[in-house]
């Protein structure tokens, strides 16, 4: 399993129908609204790096109005 954040910044003014339509898409835990250099950040779980690929590219950066995305993942410290 693939955990990862994805920090996404918007056009100006589209925050809360990003927010929407983001929280919608398959692979994406939760989301939350930020105030900072980002303007939401998505929680994302999917089965492979492939399916993360998919995601940030196919369907996070697909969305109308999403102007840059940054994608933190998370790794395991033993």
Do not use: H, Q
Not at 10 to 29: A, N, Q, R, S
Not at 64 to 70: A, E, K, N, R
């Amino acid at each position: 399993m693939v955990n990862a954040y994805s920090l996404i910044s918007t056009e100006p003014g589209t925050t809360p129908e990003l927010f929407d339509k983001i929280k919608e898409l398959e692979g994406v835990e939760s989301v939350e609204a930020v105030a900072g250099p980002y303007d939401i950040v998505a929680r994302i779980k999917v089965e492979s790096l492939e399916k993360l690929t998919g995601t940030v590219f196919g369907k996070i950066r697909g969305v109308d109005g999403v102007t840059s995305t940054t994608t933190l993942i998370v790794v395991e410290i033993e």
